[in-house]
């Protein structure tokens, strides 16, 4: 096998379609390349490496989608357990299977159309496939709510991919974040499949009713129900924490996206300046509506009264924000590039998110747009930080000791300025 | 006005096959040879023709561009082969050496009593200059520009290299010699780094600043001291020269002799006995290389250690600067899933799946494969933990990619040589080519800006 692959590499070399075979080859068998110049030796990561690190951190979200789906259906059609068993409630075959070919075919689609798309674009213009789309594709299915159309996803998938990515020359070069782009795309072009009560629950949208009632079910997110002024939804603290609530297929779950960007900071692959910033200034946004709210500053009838007063830290427990800080936020392509830029940017982002979400009248969610927002003011946070180390540069120039070349005479001693 | 260096950012590459300390003398090698590549940025013009007799430090050729610059044959023997490349550019110049060396013996000066522009001339024209670079940009020294400082770095951190401390044993006169020479040269102070141990022989020396240095790969570099200890700013010149180099530098101003002798050290988890060797700049590699024997057949050969060494084979030569040569496994093979199995025999800036973490002290056998293929930057945060100086590094590459000489000044070329990104060019995960990306960005602004 491995002989044969290195013979059909030799054979296509050079050729059109050569990229596309090493993509699958070097995913088999890591390449056979040497070190040619500088370092004779290297450290043993790999962007593919990488990648997958983010990808495992993710698996878990996407199995709690699966059964979430499935539980968040027959849920809103049996009426909620009254004493919930994790066994005999939600990791169930019943959920699971629901779960399976609802959330399935848009991780199939998310990955095929992507993955195709790579393919075209690295074939034609000839360099290797980026492995930038495997976490991108793992991201998508998880941040769109469960019923999306195949179709629309399909497009908003090419849409993000081709103008949110390899316009700008592909995975390492890309201003915006190609998953949120994707996401962006799908809620500005078909609203009505993004927010609403109606798209969160499997079968929703179709009008399946809920037993034995005429009512069509439905499900409503919790930022929904704040949104509309009403505190009366039935989902504890802990179902938030725990992740048994309506939501995108996988930003439920708040405690597996803990543990995932634990183990994204412990493996050094994800910024742990960015996490805790990014929760530090949803916090400090969270906390100033708080007090607000206490100040008596706005009256309770006003439509923003119900998200305000939502208790700070409980932001973090619902919606996208904790998925959005944990695995969009750390991009590190689009996001900030030096250590002390990811503290303010990820400040911003936490800080945004909650701004957007409050304020948002149509849809009460901000995260994903204010990470795009912040995504498009890295490069200028980046550019001030390193300006601060370039006047220190400049500032030690003044006490430079500059000696006069030796043929230019005595008198040429003076400092050059800049 | 001592100032001691900790280092806390940087990686040690623990590898197999570190040199013992003991000195075997090497078999005499027949032929000799300068590798041109060696002098980066020196336009070379021929003293002597092919097939003349040269003494041991006689000129074989001199720069163009500083015509007073000589270059000295390490050997006495005839220069039997002058290699060239395309457009007739020199690359190597071989010399067949006699059975009984002759050296040229230059007139000895007083040190005490001579001043600096006596020095210059007595270096420049017996070949000692050869050996001091400058920063910025990395080159011989330019002897027209006066250096606010020099820098001797007697702390070795680099994977496998020589230890400083061990091949200068016993060679404190030559030592002291030349650093009174240098410190002639330069208004400033001569800076000389060691390790905390106190058992190096530069310690002792008269009229130098100390500095005790610590931590991890690259404070052993002198560019990583440059940094904490007087950083050079635009317009500023430093010279920087390797302790080996001292005691060449120090013989011929004490005898007047330019002997070309050094210990080295031949290392690597290829050669099966790896040992220092005394030998002379230019010998054979296979002139030790067998003495010690290699345990395979595909091997990649060294010039110098594995993160800043150029690449040779046995029958090539030891390089100018050069004090150890390194013998790896190639890597040219395929790994099945290699790129999401858990990695246990690879060192690694990660965590992800990797687990050199765990074992810090542990010594791996690391080959040549790239463990990987060449991408954009897209990892950010990494290279910083390894990269101790006051420099943005992913930018600064970046700078020299795109050849924004404004940008390249601002954020420091100046004070960086190729080397003080090997590390980063280690841990990449990109795996792109750092230390080419610098050497090309200095120059650039070299001919841009002079």
Known sequence: MKEKLHQIKLKYRGKKMAPAFNAIHTFLYSPNETTHSGSHVRSADDLKRTMNTVIMALVPCLLFGIFNAGYQHYSAINGFPAEFSLFEHFLTWENFWLGAITVLPIVIVSYGVGLAIEFIFAVIKGHEVEEGYLVTGMLVPLIVPVDTPLWMLAVAVAFGVVIGKEVFGGTGMNILNPALTIRAFLFFAYPTWMSGDKVWVHGAKEGVTQAGSADAISGETVLGYLAQGSTEFSYSLSDMFYGFIPGSVGETSTVLILLGGLFLVFSKIASWRIMLSAVIGSLAMGLIFNGIVAAEWIPEYSKFYGLMNFEYWQHLLVGGLAFGIVFMATDPVTGSQTNRGKWIYGFLIGFMSVMIRVFNPGYPEGVFLAILLMNVFAPTIDHYVVRGNIKRRMKRLKTATIHPKVTDGVEALKTETV | ?450
């Open chain 2, 1 to 450: 006005m001592s100032k001691d260096i900790r280092i806390k950012k940087g990686l040690n590459i623990n590898l197999i096959g570190a040199a013992e300390q003991t000195t075997s003398k090497a078999v005499l090698s027949n032929v000799y040879a300068l590798n041109l590549d060696d002098f980066h940025g020196i336009t070379p013009k021929m003293l002597v023709k092919q097939g003349a007799e040269v003494k041991a430090g006689e000129p074989l050729f001199y720069n163009k561009n500083k015509e007073d610059m000589f270059f000295v044959s390490p050997v006495s023997g005839e220069l039997v082969e002058i290699i060239r490349g395309a457009r007739r550019k020199i690359l190597t110049l071989k010399i067949l050496a006699d059975k009984t060396q002759e050296y040229l013996e230059h007139k000895t000066i007083n040190i005490e009593k001579s001043d600096a522009e006596s020095i210059k001339t007595f270096l420049l024209q017996s070949g000692g200059w050869s050996f001091l670079k400058q920063r910025p940009y990395d080159i011989i020294a330019n002897p027209e520009i006066t250096p606010k400082a020099i820098f001797i770095s007697g702390y070795t951190t680099a994977p496998l290299a020589a230890d400083a401390n061990y091949v200068l044993n016993g060679k404190e006169a030559e030592l002291q010699a030349a650093i009174s020479a240098l410190g002639k040269l330069t208004p400033g102070q001569v800076h000389v780094s060691v390790g905390g141990a106190g058992n190096s022989p530069l310690e002792k020396l008269d009229g130098i600043t100390l500095h005790k240095v610590s931590g991890p790969h690259p404070a052993g570099l002198v560019g990583t001291q440059i940094n904490k200890i007087d950083p050079i700013n635009k317009g500023e010149v430093a010279w920087t020269v390797t302790p080996q180099d001292l005691v060449i530098i120090g013989e011929l101003l004490l005898t007047g002799k330019f002997n070309a002798e050094r210990i080295i050290a031949l290392a690597g988890s290829v050669v099966k006995a790896p040992k220092y060797y005394s030998t002379k700049i230019g010998a054979e590699i296979s002139t030790f290389l067998y003495g010690s024997g290699v345990n395979q057949d595909k091997f990649r050969l060294i010039n110098g250690d594995v993160l800043t060494g150029s690449k040779t084979h046995p029958e090539g030569y030891l390089g100018f600067y050069n004090n150890t040569v390194t013998a790896i496994p190639e890597g040219d093979d395929y790994e099945f899933f290699g790129w999401n199995k858990p990695v246990f025999n690879k060192i690694s800036s990660t965590r992800a799946l990797t687990f050199s973490w765990m074992q810090p002290k542990k010594k791996y056998d690391l080959d040549t494969n790239t463990n990987g293929e060449h991408r954009a930057f897209v990892v950010t945060g990494l290279y910083e933990d390894v990269f101790p100086l006051d420099i943005y590094p992913l930018q600064l590459l970046k700078a020299c990619m795109v050849k924004d000489l404004d940008e390249m000044e601002q954020l420091g070329l100046y004070e960086v040589a190729p080397e003080d990104f090997s590390l980063t060019e280690f841990i990449c995960i990109s795996k792109q080519p750092h230390q080419q990306i610098i050497r090309e960005g200095l120059d650039l602004l070299h001919q841009e800006i002079g």
